[in-house]
Nanobody
Framework: QVQLVESGGALVQAGGSLRLSCAAS????????VGWFRQAPGKEREFVAA????????DYADSVKGRFTVSRDNAKNTVYLQMNSLKPEDTAVYYC????????????????????WGQGTQVTASS
């Protein structure tokens, strides 16, 4: 069992930056790939970014490429999502999720493939 807790969400002005954290406890976190997803009010959950267990491989949604960066520190059991140049359309609840197994760029974007989810953290970028 892996427990995930997101933090770092806040209200910021458009153009600003935030860094989200996903802290894990339980089983060895370094064995798990981690994805970030978000859900805005009235919209479906969407993929944001993912990182392999080693940090070697990453993937991003087209809407955040060049602005968001996912990274991890397995010694701290934490995955980060650095978000720069935030836009109002980035406003959503952000969730991290973990799945065990080899990394696959296609599977990484599919929420159904993840085994564990955090409770989410609110990010609001005001115009």
């Amino acid at each position: 069992q892996v427990q995930l807790v997101e933090s770092g969400g806040a209200l910021v002005q458009a153009g600003g930056s935030l860094r989200l954290s996903c802290a894990a406890s339980g089983r060895t976190f370094s064995n798990y790939a981690v994805g970030w997803f978000r859900q805005a009010p009235g919209k479906e959950r969407e993929f944001v970014a993912a990182i392999s267990w080693s940090g070697t491989f990453t993937d991003y949604a087209d809407s955040v490429k060049g602005r968001f960066t996912v990274s991890r520190d397995n010694a701290k059991n934490t995955v980060y999502l650095q978000m720069n140049s935030l836009k109002p359309e980035d406003t959503a609840v952000y969730y991290c999720a973990a799945r065990r197994g080899s990394y696959n760029s296609i599977l990484a974007s599919r929420g159904a493939m993840y085994d564990y989810w955090g409770q989410g953290t609110q990010v609001t970028a005001s115009s």
